[in-house]
């Protein structure tokens, strides 16, 4: 391999970074992000113009892409950081050379770690950056063509077998990558953009998000839930956050913990709920925040969350969203300044008002027996947003995720398992033909043999254990075992099988599901 790594860094750079790498962290107050920058940083990367930095100054990305990359500069090249002044330098790095909102839009699934995201980006992107990491990754970057080029560079120079991994022999990767990809990805991922110059001069200040915060949500396995959390200020972008909830069932939702503001809108909490510490990663604008609540030794057990701020108009739910014709049931509406009568369509009549304050309305419904399937807008005064199906008979039931990815675990490692963790969702007919989604049913679950090899391998018996009643799939230990063919592991490929019962029929849906071993690599964007 004669390729050389052109990273912007001379020779004699790297011999001061070896004189860096030797340097302890020497000062246990707290050092600014310039000081850190100048003192930690500048022994490698050359100063530039207007306090810049070679390399460093010409990217934006996220905090855990800051984190990463800082990471890397200690793992791969000696950096000697303490913990605190990584904290400050990724705080500082993701203000001032953040992604604006809509910069992260559609790939915010990486940072809320959806690991069973099945992405869609174009080929080319796919096969030469999207085999080895996840396409989001890079789409979670802006740099100029220069800047995507040193990164092809560093990707060959730091993994020379790149050329020969990740079904990568059948094409010049690295011609391809320089010739292509960088044109692309500076076209698609630019390091100037208006977004990013307007969310820095209009973004809003952190203090708007002190109070307290009408929340929905929903756990896969276990239902819907909601209830308030309370922000208040600790700090200059810290919060001290309490949440106090239910989930449908009646049991409770309740913990403490705190949250960091990064760029103006990253909202990065650790809440322990229970005696489990969940992370929260929302994107906070203004009135509204939205993202993923997940555990943090188990990023797989996660609730959709989306929330208002009290004494904004908003309407964020119906629990639950669906009613069978010609039936009554109780639903419940979630929101923020709910005022006036609520609306939910030709066909659906509001029985009784149970309880109605500004954060929730219960409301006995009625369906008409011949109220045609399909979605209707629900309102409450001028507010709107979420809808309500209507069906008559389930026509299909699908699994959710269709595939997803189980791991072993634990068996005397250290490595926790990955649960599979599914919902069943129902879906009508409309009267023109089209499918709709009705919602998530309760779903009697199991899992069968994939295919012949899954079969004879007797995958079911050893893969893991599927709670029937809550779709929640437990894989089994790690390890070689004994008592399967040559003593492989608990490894196996399944079907995900949810059976849903509409007045005594029952209907079944089909997903996949691998469960494979451990991850060993699991950095914060995957
Ligand atoms: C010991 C030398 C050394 C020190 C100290 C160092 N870096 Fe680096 N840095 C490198 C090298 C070498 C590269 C190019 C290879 C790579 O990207 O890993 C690099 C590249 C980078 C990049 C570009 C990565 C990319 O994806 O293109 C960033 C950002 C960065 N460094 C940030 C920092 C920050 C922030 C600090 C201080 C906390 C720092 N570095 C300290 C050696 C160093
Ligand atoms: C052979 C596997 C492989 C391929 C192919 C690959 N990457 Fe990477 N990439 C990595 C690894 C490993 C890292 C480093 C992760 C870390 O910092 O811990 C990385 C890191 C990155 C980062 C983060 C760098 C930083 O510090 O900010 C970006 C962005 C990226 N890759 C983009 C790309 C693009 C664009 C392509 C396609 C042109 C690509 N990758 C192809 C393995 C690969």
Redesign the pocket.
């Known amino acids: 391999m004669k390729r050389k790594?052109r990273?912007?860094?001379s020779a004699s750079?790297?011999a001061?970074?070896?004189c860096?790498?030797l340097h302890s962290p020497h000062s246990l107050a707290a050092r600014d992000a310039q000081t850190?920058?100048k003192e930690?940083?500048?022994?490698?990367?050359t100063p530039e113009a207007d306090n810049g930095?070679s390399?460093?100054s010409h990217?934006r990305?996220t905090p855990e892409g800051?984190l990463m990359?800082?990471a890397?500069?200690q793992t791969?090249?000696?950096?000697?950081?303490s913990d605190d002044?990584?904290r400050t330098?990724v705080k500082y790095?993701a203000d001032s050379q953040g992604l604006a909102p809509s910069e992260t839009d559609g790939v915010r699934y990486a940072l809320e770690r959806r690991l069973n995201t099945v992405e869609h980006f174009d080929d080319q992107t796919s096969q030469m950056c999207g085999r080895c990491h996840s396409g989001a990754r890079v789409a979670l970057?802006r740099?100029p063509a220069q800047?995507w080029e040193?990164?092809v560079n560093?990707h060959l120079?730091?993994w020379p077998s790149l050329e020969y991994q990740a079904l990568a022999r059948d094409r010049d990767w690295f011609d391809i990558a320089r010739k292509d990809m960088v044109p692309l990805l500076a076209k698609r991922y630019p390091l100037d953009n208006p977004a990013w110059k307007k969310w820095q001069s209009a973004a809003p200040k952190a203090d708007a998000l002190v109070g307290d915060w009408s929340f929905s949500g929903h756990l896969p396995g276990k239902g819907e839930l909601a209830g308030v959390m309370t922000v208040s200020a600790d700090g200059s972008d810290t919060f001290k956050v309490s949440v106090k909830g239910q989930y449908a069932d009646g049991s409770p939702f309740n913990g403490d913990g705190s949250a960091i503001l990064y760029t103006g809108y990253e909202w990065r909490g650790n809440v322990t709920i229970d005696g489990v510490t969940m992370r929260q990663v929302f994107a906070a604008q203004g009135n509204a925040m939205q993202g993923r609540m997940f555990e943090a030794e188990h990023d797989e057990r996660g609730l959709d969350f989306v929330a208002a701020k009290q004494g904004s108009n908003r309407l964020l739910a119906v629990q639950p969203g669906y009613l069978k014709a010609g039936s009554e049931t109780e639903v419940t509406l979630i929101g923020s300044g709910l005022t006036g009568k609520p609306n939910f369509g030709k066909g659906v009549e509001v029985v009784e008002v149970v309880e109605q304050s500004p954060e929730r309305i219960k409301v006995k419904l009625k369906a008409a027996a011949n109220a045609q399937p399909g979605l209707r807008a629900v309102t409450v005064g001028t507010l709107k947003g979420p809808s309500l199906s209507v069906y008559s008979k389930i026509d299909a039931v699908k699994v959710v995720p269709e595939f997803s990815v189980a791991r072993i675990g634990e068996g005397g490692g250290s490595t926790p398992k990955v649960q599979g963790r599914f919902d069943a969702e129902a879906w009508g007919k409309g009267a023109d033909g089209k499918p709709y989604r009705i919602g998530v049913f309760p779903a009697q679950w199991k899992v069968e043999a994939f295919d012949d090899r899954a079969k004879e391998d007797e995958d079911v018996k050893f893969a893991g254990t599927m709670q029937a009643d809550a779709g929640v799939f437990t894989p089994g230990d790690a390890g070689p075992n004994p008592a399967r063919k040559m003593s492989t592991n608990n490894a196996g490929n399944l079907k995900v099988i949810a059976a849903v019962d509409d007045a005594g029929k029952s209907l079944t849906g089909e997903g996949h599901m691998i469960v494979t071993v451990q991850r060993w690599n699991n950095p914060p964007i995957p």
């Open positions: 790594l990273s912007g860094m750079l790297l001061v970074a070896a860096v790498a850190i920058l930690t940083c500048q022994g490698c990367h930095l390399r460093i990217q990305k800051w990359s800082i890397r500069m791969m090249h000696g950096l000697q950081i002044d990584r330098l790095l970057q740099r800047e040193r990164l560093f120079g730091q």
